[in-house]
């Protein structure tokens, strides 16, 4: 159980994110979820039944009023920052650094401020994906980013000990970031993935929520960089 605990989730108005905070409530934690938005903040919070907070981590003087409003916590997870694939090829340095930007250094702004306040048996989660395992130039920033906050979160493992920073790294998650494509084509999405995996099934928002969950209760476990994606690493791997 996590009474008592207060679970801060960058990113969790919506997919996994959202899918962390529903099953950190499910224990009993206090839960603040975030948004760029403050509108779409409220409505998340409103919806899950927590708190929500508007955050926008390319901004240093927004992180930090963002954590002077949280105060103490124990558990921090972050998911946000830019999103989709951008080939490195195509990509012009400016689009490419704002990439960066969100998910490397806004991840980064979110840990270095979050430390002095988080208590000491806390923990860090950042959620990356499969594209952290396959070099393609049609996502080679993700790849990259990825690849960087993997490295950070161990780097952090070591700076924050005894706080503990892990890497939860997911394979295709059927969530709301897909809404944008017609049903038809996520159907097919759907079907081509679970091929993939070695479960013959998608991993759902809540299921990888409650592995997270999970983890930040696991006081021995720091620096890891798991796969939750029902095995769809092992056939990258072959």
Same mark, same amino acid.
Request: charged share 25%; with cysteine; proline share 3%.
């Given at each position: 159980m996590m009474n008592g605990k207060t679970v801060v989730c960058i990113g969790g108005s919506g997919g996994m994110g959202r899918g962390v905070a529903k099953a950190a409530l499910e224990l009993g934690a206090d839960v603040i979820v975030t948004s760029r938005?403050?509108?779409?903040?409220?409505?998340?919070?409103?919806?899950?039944?927590?708190?929500?907070? !508007?955050?926008?981590?390319? @901004?240093?003087?927004? #992180?930090?009023?963002?954590?002077?409003? #949280?105060?103490?916590?124990?558990?921090?997870?972050?998911?946000?920052?830019?999103?989709?694939?951008?080939?490195?090829?195509?990509? !012009?340095?400016?689009?490419?650094?704002?990439?960066?930007?969100g998910k490397v250094w806004g991840t980064h702004r979110c840990i270095w401020h979050a430390k002095d306040i988080m208590d000491q048996d806390g923990s860090v989660t950042l959620i990356t994906g499969g594209y952290s395992q396959i070099i393609d130039d049609k996502a080679g920033h993700v790849h990259t980013a990825f690849k960087a906050m993997e490295a950070m979160a161990q780097v952090a493992a070591v700076s924050l000990a005894p706080i503990r920073c892990n890497v939860v790294r997911p394979g295709f998650i059927d969530s709301d970031l897909w809404a944008d494509i017609s049903d038809d084509d996520r159907e097919e999405l759907r079907r081509v993935e679970s @091929?993939?995996?070695?479960?013959?099934?998608? #991993?759902?928002?809540?299921?990888?929520?409650?592995?997270?969950?999970?983890?930040?209760?696991?006081?021995?476990?720091?620096?890891?960089?798991? !796969? #939750?994606?029902?095995g769809r690493h092992l056939s990258v791997a072959s």
């Amino acid at each position: 159980m996590m009474n008592g605990k207060t679970v801060v989730c960058i990113g969790g108005s919506g997919g996994m994110g959202r899918g962390v905070a529903k099953a950190a409530l499910e224990l009993g934690a206090d839960v603040i979820v975030t948004s760029r938005s403050k509108v779409k903040a409220d409505q998340a919070a409103e919806e899950l039944g927590c708190r929500g907070e !508007p955050i926008d981590i390319y @901004d240093e003087t927004s #992180v930090t009023d963002f954590f002077t409003r #949280v105060g103490r916590f124990t558990h921090l997870m972050i998911t946000a920052g830019a999103v989709g694939r951008s080939g490195f090829s195509e990509t !012009p340095p400016g689009e490419a650094e704002r990439f960066m930007q969100g998910k490397v250094w806004g991840t980064h702004r979110c840990i270095w401020h979050a430390k002095d306040i988080m208590d000491q048996d806390g923990s860090v989660t950042l959620i990356t994906g499969g594209y952290s395992q396959i070099i393609d130039d049609k996502a080679g920033h993700v790849h990259t980013a990825f690849k960087a906050m993997e490295a950070m979160a161990q780097v952090a493992a070591v700076s924050l000990a005894p706080i503990r920073c892990n890497v939860v790294r997911p394979g295709f998650i059927d969530s709301d970031l897909w809404a944008d494509i017609s049903d038809d084509d996520r159907e097919e999405l759907r079907r081509v993935e679970s @091929d993939r995996t070695m479960i013959g099934r998608i #991993v759902e928002p809540i299921e990888l929520g409650r592995f997270a969950v999970a983890l930040m209760q696991t006081l021995i476990v720091t620096g890891a960089i798991i !796969p #939750v994606d029902g095995g769809r690493h092992l056939s990258v791997a072959s």
